[in-house]
């Protein structure tokens, strides 16, 4: 059996509909969507199932659905391969996802984890409504035409590097101004542009103080140390020490998603197949860019 890792998904992945073949096949799936309802004080199945989009897209609400419904794709992947689980030697998440990763790996309770991804998205959701503000996709640009065209912007608004996710896929967040301008840069430097739909500009000091009230609960957390690697989108490295976890979670809020950086170090530790279980198949299509023959499997939602 080769080394697995088992990656998750971030903010973005929400699609209505998800999670109703988990929910129709598995009876862990429907309690752990039951245990989401009381902690959460609302029916996220039915959000997840129903919709409408509008509400599910909101941070608040996205960021616990694509949490929940994640893990209870993993419960399938137990079931139907249980070996990628026994032969995992790292995990890891795409933003939100690291928290995933982590209770994937026993480092945080289901409970607490969802506890601290609502408040996580709360606090994000107030930051983005404060400050009017977005990301783009710049596609097709590498990272020093990218870095120009954040030079460029500069002048307009408040802009940076967000996430680097693969060769010719580099997302920038900034304020209302700087996104406006932006996509017309990124398309005269011979790029394609993207807007996402966010709700602010994620991983940048416009996210503050939700870095701040994400310290304050992770303060009453428990968190242990990870019984399997959880690398960090932060530095792409792993941590067992519970404190530098938290601190870590902390700083992820407002520093950029190395995502990309992260791959290739699970690549070098030996990584021969890697799993994307969540809803969507984002981190698929960026594994494409990144080493196109590497065997990537995905268990949906």
């Known amino acids: 059996m080769p080394k697995s890792a088992i990656l998750f998904p971030g903010q973005g992945a929400q699609t209505v509909g998800m999670g109703q073949s988990l929910l129709e096949s598995s009876e862990t799936a429907r309690q752990l969507f039951q245990q989401a309802n009381q902690i959460l004080g609302y029916d996220l199945q039915d959000l997840c199932l129903n919709g409408p989009a509008e509400k599910l897209n909101s941070t608040e609400v996205s960021q616990p659905a694509i949490f929940v419904t994640s893990l209870a794709a993993l419960e399938i992947l137990k079931t139907n391969e249980p070996e990628a689980i026994t032969e995992c030697v790292a995990t890891a998440g795409l933003s939100l996802g690291e928290y995933t990763a982590l209770v994937f790996s026993g480092a945080l309770s289901f409970e607490d984890g969802l506890k601290l991804v ?45 996430n680097y996710l693969c060769p010719g896929n580099t997302v920038l967040s900034g304020d209302q101004a700087a996104m406006e301008v932006a996509p017309r840069v ?69 520093q950029p998603v190395r995502w990309e950086t992260t791959m290739q170090n699970l690549l070098a530790l030996g990584v021969e197949r890697f799993y994307e279980v969540g809803p969507g198949k984002v981190l698929a299509g960026l594994m494409k860019r990144i080493s196109r023959k590497t065997d990537f499997r995905n268990v949906q939602a």
């Open 118 to 162: 609502q408040k996580r998205g709360q606090a994000m959701q107030a930051a983005a409504d404060a400050t009017p503000s977005g990301m783009v996709s710049a596609l097709l640009l590498d990272l020093p035409t990218v870095e120009q065209v954040v030079e460029e912007v500069r002048s307009v608004g408040r802009i940076w590097i967000a």
């Open 186 to 254: 990124i398309e005269a430097k011979g790029g394609k542009a993207i807007p996402l739909t966010v709700a602010g500009a994620f991983h940048t000091e416009i996210m503050k103080p939700a870095d701040e009230k994400l310290a304050e609960v992770l303060a009453h957390v428990n968190l242990s140390s990870p019984k399997i690697p959880v690398y960090s989108n932060v530095d792409a490295q792993p941590h067992s020490d519970p404190k530098e976890i938290k601190a870590i979670l902390v700083s992820q809020v407002l």
